[in-house]
């Protein structure tokens, strides 16, 4: 199944899988999930296996490292973790192709564990490399075997465990459900070429499958959300499942690859994590591209399940898909909540706007442009500064907003294109901004752009209103920031506005799109830059 990370733009839904072993992945992959070996029933003592005495880990000895002809066994113990240390420096490269990790060049030295799982029957492992043994800086990846042949084969990503939370922690962690008395494999080594101790911490446990009891799916305006509440005495809820259901009661091909399978069931994370909880709420929320997508695949019902960190799912729970307006005056609750933004709440019963917007919107600073010539275009550029408390505008695409920069601008009449972007000077190349535009200030439904990065490597950003009516917008500069790390100061910006002219068939034309933009097609790059004619 296609693991999904919702933590940036959810445009490509289906396509954004989770890769794990691909540092690149700007999203932050994770095939397993966030381990908290403090979750599990217990946490006995540590039985102890060390692959290598401290002296040998030390000095970066090369002759002990196991490998899947000679593992470092381990024989687990029910609710107890069991420790064993390795150093993977000089070891063999290539035991396994780990191509199940997406890294296809991966040429770091590996170690091999066989752990022998307690118990009988289904026993869930957790492991960690999240440990006070593990080098600090040491990028690691994990992949977990348990069809019980050690072999040059590679496995699928379901068995691969890359970081925990990149860029964060990069560690290893997660879990599988395994069969008691069987042997599984856990090979250890760094992402690319690297190298260094690894301690690994394995706990196993009955695990009880959790219970969903109740489950909602709303598609607003802006947003799409979901609330789900259950329980799990073994506390160690990880994620969602989703099939969405069509009125013919078949599963839609979310994927849009000709099959209906198994591909076609998403893994979905929660918003905020339960991880820990016996008794959980949790909440799913998508805003930006997300909430069209989602719109299209054009489900009467969704069935959902919930699973914990061992692969274990409860029991499915078909709900339908219910849907209702994000505007001011519209129904809320709590399962139906006000766009979920922090531009209106849910005031008994009824979504109203803070009283933020509007002092927000009452300082908005004019931008002036005088109409462009004919063709041709114009813009205005300004700088300031964003602030650092919480605000309350903000575009839909990103909504941990701080205090945003809030401008106007008026769209003359004429045939225009309205263009703001932030990759100018007076904003930092490596600055992160999002910038969002509507036409009535203080209504998040008349959002009509909205954009974090410009693309990959470039996290300034470009806003396009395509043939803007005659009229006045606001446009607001916010700073993207984690928000588990608030920044301490304001973000400096440069902001230039532009006044595009939209030009017809036998125009001459801006190869560029600056100054102009065919409404018949692309500009020529080559050639007469004359706008093509119209399509037949």
Not at 24 to 47: E, F, I, Q, R
Not at 446 to 454: K, S, Y
């Amino acid at each position: 199944m296609n693991r999904i990370f919702l933590i940036t733009s959810f445009a490509g839904l289906v396509l954004a899988l989770t890769a794990c072993g691909d540092d690149n992945n700007n999203g932050g992959t994770d095939a397993g999930m966030t381990v908290d070996l403090g979750t599990s029933p217990t946490d006995g003592g540590a039985g102890v296996d060390m692959a290598r005495t401290d002296a040998a880990r030390d000095s970066g000895g090369s002759t002990s490292i196991p490998t899947c002809a000679a593992p470092s066994m381990v024989t687990g113990v029910l609710d107890t973790t069991s420790t064993v240390m390795v150093n993977t420096t000089g070891g063999p490269e290539g035991v396994l192709a780990l191509t199940g990790c997406g890294a296809t060049e991966q040429t770091a030295p590996q170690a091999v564990v066989a752990y022998v799982v307690p118990g009988t029957g289904d026993v869930a492992v957790q492991f960690t490399t999240d440990t006070a043994g593990s080098d600090a800086t040491l990028d690691t990846v994990v992949e977990v075997i348990t069809d019980g042949a050690c072999t040059d084969e590679p496995v699928d990503d379901s068995g691969c465990f890359d970081d925990i939370d990149y860029p964060d922690n990069t560690k290893s962690g997660g879990g599988v459900t395994a069969t008691g008395g069987s042997t599984i494999y856990f090979v250890l080594t760094g992402y690319g070429d690297t190298a260094g101790a690894i301690q690994l911490d394995i706990n196993a446990f009955i695990a009880a499958p959790p219970v969903l009891s109740t489950a909602t799916f709303n598609i607003g305006d802006v947003r799409v959300y979901g609330r789900f509440t259950g329980t799990d005495a073994n506390g160690d809820v990880d994620h969602l499942t989703a099939r969405f259901i069509g009125s013919d009661s078949m599963t839609i091909d979310v994927n849009d690859d000709g099959m209906v399978d198994a591909s076609d069931t998403l893994d979905l994370d929660f918003t905020d994590s339960v991880a820990g909880m016996e008794s959980f709420v949790g909440e799913l929320s998508f805003h930006g591209a997300a909430v069209t997508q989602i719109r299209e695949f054009n489900a009467a019902t969704v069935e959902f399940t919930v699973v914990d960190s061992a692969g274990v799912p409860s029991p499915a729970l078909t709900v339908p898909v219910t849907s209702n307006s994000d505007a001011a005056g519209a129904t809320c609750s709590a399962e139906q909540p006000c766009g979920d933004v922090a531009e209106l709440t849910c005031t008994a019963g009824t979504c109203t706007v803070v009283a933020g917007v509007a002092t927000e919107c009452a300082a908005a600073t004019p931008i002036v442009i005088a109409a462009p010539a004919e063709g041709s275009g114009a813009s205005t550029t300004v700088t300031g500064t964003t602030g650092t408390g919480a605000g309350a505008l903000g575009g839909t695409c990103y909504l941990d907003h701080l205090t945003a920069a809030i401008y106007t601008v008026t769209v003359p009449a004429g045939a225009y294109d309205l263009v703001a972007r932030t990759d100018v000077t007076g904003t930092d190349a490596a600055a992160d901004t999002v910038l969002s535009i509507r036409s009535t200030c203080a209504d998040l439904t008349t959002q009509l752009a909205c954009n974090d990065d410009i693309g990959s490597g470039e996290n300034r950003s470009l806003a396009t209103v395509e043939a803007a009516a005659a009229g006045t917008y606001t446009v607001i500069v916010d700073q993207f920031v984690n928000p588990a790390m608030p920044p301490t100061a304001g973000l400096p910006y440069g902001l230039t506005v532009s006044l595009r002219s939209v030009i017809g068939a036998g125009a001459t034309c801006d190869p560029a799109g600056v100054l102009n933009r065919c409404s018949t097609g692309p500009c020529p790059a080559t050639g007469t830059a004359v706008c093509p004619a119209a399509a037949p």
